[in-house]
């Protein structure tokens, strides 16, 4: 409730902007891991590379105050290598030594306040958090004997269908006349569990992306 109470508090803020808002694409790439509450026995998690893309909308507060909204697209999971395990497609089959790879799809509303030096060329940080609904939920599991892998196998309905996070990051603008590039590194940290199947461990999204951006 907490959470949804500071989401609608950040989406009133551009009420207060006294300039009309400037619009931006941004496209970047991520490292991604899961957060996980408790140890797998006999695995390895580990961060693999996700893509993110957005339009956002950002408006003049005071000073050197503004703030960001939009749309996000990003992927997120993660890689975890099990010494041993079966197939989930065919449980009859011996068991041995495979990877599996997780990816979350989402489209999320990310709010966040930036705070920028003066000048053409100039650094900001920012910081916010960002409301996310649940697209595709998909795993797939690579075995180290070389049968091959399973596919991708969707398990969106096992998951809980919103996701929040909580972003901290900074960047520089730098301009082009009327227009800007920004170019930005952001850590965002989950703040809610998604799984929602009790014999599923307890995990929280992980991202760090880096972000281009065109101001226009």
């Not at 609608?8 to 619009?23: E, G, H």
């Not at 930036?114 to 795993?139: H, N, V």
């Not at 996070?165 to 590194?185: N, P």
Request: hydrophobic share 40%; glycine share 10%; proline share 5%.
């Amino acid at each position: 409730m907490i959470h949804l109470l500071l989401t609608l508090c950040l989406l009133t803020l551009p009420l207060m902007a006294s300039a009309a808002p400037q619009f931006a694409v941004e496209v970047g790439g991520s490292q991604i891991w899961i957060g996980y509450e408790d140890e797998f026995d006999g695995s390895d998690p580990a961060a693999t590379f996700g893509f993110n893309a957005a339009a956002t909308a950002q408006f003049d507060l005071a000073g050197s105050w503004g703030l960001s909204a939009g749309l996000r697209y990003s992927q997120l999971g993660d890689e975890i290598k099990y010494e041993d395990v079966r197939s989930p497609s065919d449980p009859s089959a011996e068991s041995g030594p495979a990877t599996t790879t997780t990816q979350y799809q989402y489209l999320g509303v990310p709010v966040v306040i930036r705070w920028s030096m003066p000048g053409d060329t100039a650094p900001f940080l920012f910081g916010g958090t960002e409301l996310a609904y649940l697209l595709k939920y998909t795993t797939e599991f690579e075995f180290d004997d070389g049968t091959g892998s399973t596919g991708k196998r969707e398990f969106t309905d096992s998951l809980n269908r919103f996701n929040m996070t909580a972003i901290v990051g900074a960047g520089v603008a730098i301009g082009m006349g009327e227009h800007k590039l920004d170019a930005s590194i952001r850590y965002a940290h989950g703040l809610i569990d998604t799984t929602k199947l009790d014999q599923w461990f307890p995990r929280r999204t992980r991202e760090f992306a880096v972000t281009l951006g065109f101001r226009f």
